[in-house]
C-alpha cells in the first residue's frame, strides 16, 4: 500500500453532500428496474413522472484495497413505488465477512439486513443512530419520512459490493407503507436458494 498524505473531507450534515475529492453516483428507478414490488406503479411513474431520481452517493475516492476505510454519505430521496418506500439497491459485501457502521444524519428510515437463509432483521434509523452492519448481513435503507433520508457510512476497503445476489432473490420482506405507518412484510417474489 502507498504511504499517503492524511486529508479531510466536509460533510454538510443538513444536506448530506460530502465534498471535495468525491464521486457522486445518482441511482434512478431504472437503475432498480424490477427491484420494486408494484411493476405497474414502476411503469406508471416512469411514463408519467420520467425516470425519478431515488437516491445519491457520495465516495471518497481511496483506493478499494485492504487497510483503507472506505467512506461515503447516501441521500435518500423521499416517496414511494406503490406501497412500498423508496430504498437503496442493497447488497451483500463480496467479502462477507467484511461489516460496516452507518451514522443517522438526518430523517427517518430503517436499515434492513438480512442472511442468505432470508432471516431478515430491521434497524430503525434517525439522525444520530449508529447502525451496525455485521458481517455476513447484506443491508438496503429504506426512506419512511417525507424528508431526505441521509447517513455516513464506513467499511473496509477490501469489501467489494455484491448486488447480483440481491438483484436475482431480493430480500425477503419489504417495507410498505399500511394505514399511514411503515410495516414490513413478506416479500412474494422471493427466491431463497
Ligand atoms: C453504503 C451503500 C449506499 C448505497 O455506502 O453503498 O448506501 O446503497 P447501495 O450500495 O446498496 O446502492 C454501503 O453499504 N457501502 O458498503
Ligand atoms: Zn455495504
Known amino acids: 500500500m502507498q504511504l499517503m498524505e492524511p486529508f479531510a473531507t466536509y460533510l454538510d450534515f443538513k444536506s448530506g453532500t460530502l465534498t471535495p475529492g468525491t464521486t457522486v453516483i445518482q441511482r434512478r428507478l431504472s437503475h432498480m428496474r424490477g427491484m420494486y414490488l408494484d411493476t405497474a406503479a414502476y411503469n406508471r411513474i416512469m411514463q408519467e413522472e420520467g ?10 475516492d481511496l483506493a478499494e484495497e485492504a487497510g483503507q476505510v472506505l467512506h461515503c454519505t447516501t441521500i435518500l430521496y423521499p416517496g414511494k413505488v406503490g406501497d412500498e418506500f423508496h430504498m437503496t439497491k442493497g447488497h451483500y459485501h463480496a467479502l462477507r465477512n467484511r461489516g460496516e457502521v452507518y451514522l443517522g444524519l438526518e ?14 432483521r430491521s434497524v430503525p434509523m434517525q439522525p444520530g443512530t449508529a447502525a451496525y452492519v455485521p458481517p455476513y448481513w447484506a443491508h438496503r435503507t429504506v426512506n419512511v419520512g417525507d424528508t431526505p433520508f441521509i447517513f455516513f457510512a464506513a467499511w473496509p476497503g477490501d469489501s467489494g459490493h455484491d448486488y447480483g445476489t440481491i438483484e436475482r432473490m431480493g430480500f425477503a420482506k419489504l417495507m410498505i407503507e399500511r394505514d399511514g405507518q411503515p410495516v414490513l412484510v413478506e416479500n412474494p417474489r422471493y427466491r431463497s436458494g
Open 107 to 120: 430523517g427517518q428510515g430503517y436499515l434492513l439486513l438480512q442472511l442468505e437463509d432470508g432471516t431478515v
Open 51 to 60: 425516470d425519478r431520481l431515488i437516491y445519491e452517493v457520495y465516495t471518497v
